[in-house]
């Protein structure tokens, strides 16, 4: 079976997007003045805003978001699920020089886990990680790695709390340093906070 062209494959391009990676996934959508770059790959059923820009070497998910404005540069994984809010930043070089030209290994990676959120006009400093369903609030500027479930505010990013699965802030009112157990105000899901302040789904989803 041959491979499938641009053409045949089952993905929408607005007339006015520039995609020139043949690496994308059925259903998704890249709309007006988006430019996709080729050796990106996008996964299926995502949704990519005017404006966007995706660099080569960027692993994109299934299912995912890149609202308006939105730049994702090389050496940046975006897992599945994953929503990146208007104009976030990301970045792939912690010392940059305009004279100085990196590509490849010396530029730093980047990874966003499933299910997270990038809240708009977010900064995201090279060389971290997003854990799965943490939430970075809206103009966040992450310099350090998030646990799952986290929510994320301010410069430099601080935890203000848990998000749960459904988005709604956990109640951690009756949290002590010990082992706590938490419960979703919204949707009942369960879990368990751990000494080492690391949360986990303990109702599987």
Same mark, same amino acid.
């Given at each position: 079976?041959?491979?499938?062209?641009?053409?045949?494959?089952?993905?929408?391009?607005?007339?006015?997007?520039?995609?020139?990676?043949?690496?994308?996934?059925?259903?998704?959508?890249?709309?007006?003045?988006?430019?996709?770059?080729?050796?990106?790959?996008?996964?299926?059923?995502?949704?990519?805003?005017?404006?966007?820009?995706?660099?080569?070497?960027?692993?994109?998910?299934?299912?995912? &978001? *890149?609202?308006?404005?939105?730049? !994702?540069?090389? +050496?940046?994984? #975006? @897992?599945?699920?994953? /929503?990146? %809010?208007?104009?976030?930043?990301?970045?792939?070089?912690?010392?940059?020089?305009?004279?100085?030209?990196?590509?490849?290994?010396?530029?730093?990676?980047?990874?966003?886990?499933?299910?997270? &959120? *990038?809240?708009?006009?977010?900064? !995201?400093?090279? +060389?971290?990680? #997003? @854990?799965?369903?943490? /939430?970075? %609030?809206?103009?966040?500027?992450?310099?350090?790695?998030?646990?799952?479930?986290?929510?994320?505010?301010?410069?430099?990013?601080?935890?203000?709390?848990?998000?749960?699965?459904?988005?709604?802030?956990?109640?951690?009112?009756?949290?002590?340093?010990?082992?706590?157990?938490?419960?979703?105000?919204?949707?009942?899901?369960?879990?368990?906070?751990?000494?080492?302040?690391?949360?986990?789904?303990?109702?599987?989803?």
């Amino acid at each position: 079976m041959s491979t499938p062209t641009l053409l045949e494959k089952k993905f929408y391009v607005h007339p006015k997007a520039l995609v020139e990676s043949d690496d994308i996934g059925d259903h998704t959508r890249v709309w007006a003045f988006a430019h996709v770059m080729k050796g990106s790959r996008i996964g299926a059923d995502c949704n990519i805003g005017d404006h966007a820009f995706v660099e080569s070497g960027v692993r994109l998910g299934n299912n995912v &978001t *890149v609202k308006n404005g939105v730049s !994702i540069w090389q +050496g940046v994984e #975006i @897992g599945n699920d994953v /929503f990146l %809010g208007p104009n976030c930043v990301f970045t792939n070089d912690p010392n940059p020089r305009a004279y100085i030209k990196k590509t490849g290994d010396s530029l730093v990676s980047t990874r966003v886990r499933t299910r997270a &959120t *990038v809240g708009a006009n977010a900064t !995201i400093v090279c +060389g971290i990680t #997003i @854990g799965q369903y943490a /939430f970075i %609030g809206a103009g966040t500027v992450v310099i350090r790695d998030v646990p799952d479930f986290a929510m994320m505010v301010g410069n430099p990013a601080r935890q203000i709390g848990w998000m749960c699965v459904c988005a709604t802030k956990l109640p951690t009112s009756s949290v002590s340093k010990s082992v706590s157990s938490l419960t979703c105000s919204s949707c009942g899901s369960l879990f368990t906070l751990a000494a080492d302040r690391t949360l986990a789904l303990k109702t599987p989803r």
